[in-house]
């Protein structure tokens, strides 16, 4: 019953000794306190849920820089995954593209050409781990056919009996 007991001394309060607790136990949260964007970036637009975004407020780079980036590669041309972006070939992203679709800072054009040429690479990798993994059961898989196999040539394995 204690916890239903009125606050003594709180003028127009209503609230009981579980409602003051529990509104001290529960935790808010500020999520432009908690972001690892900087306030600017969070106030202005820019999302720090963005991969492109995340990745350059991480490495420092100034929030209008990021905007830019933002926009002409994730809103305007699309590239809203990381695997996308990652996909192209060297050929296609270099820097008359960027110019072409206006990122125009030398410094941004090089860390994004190395960007997606790092991203190339593990995602590629990853790709190849991918195709062996796949072959190899299907090694496996086709030994275990061609093991059955022999034992049925053999009269040892039945499959008719087995099923």
């Known amino acids: 019953m204690v916890g239903n007991a009125k606050i003594v001394g709180a003028e127009g309060s209503d609230k009981t000794v579980k409602d003051a607790v529990k509104e001290t136990m529960t935790p808010t949260f500020n999520l432009a ?17 963005n991969w492109l975004t995340s990745k350059l407020l991480s490495e420092g780079y100034p929030t209008q820089i990021v905007q830019d980036c933002e926009h002409c590669l994730v809103i305007s041309e699309g590239f809203i995954r990381e695997q996308d972006f990652a996909s192209l070939d060297a050929t296609d992203f270099n820097r008359a593209y960027l110019k072409s679709i206006g990122i125009v800072k030398l410094g941004i054009q090089t860390r994004l050409l190395a960007l997606q040429k790092e991203l190339h690479i593990e995602y590629a990798h990853a790709t190849v781990l991918d195709y062996n993994a796949d072959m190899m ?8 056919v061609a093991k059955l196999q022999a034992l049925e040539d053999t009269g040892v394995f039945d499959p008719v009996c087995c099923e």
């Open 33 to 49: 306190a908690e972001s690892t964007a900087p306030p600017s970036a969070i106030d202005s637009g820019c999302t720090a849920s």
């Open 137 to 144: 059961q299907s090694q496996l898989d086709m030994q275990k």
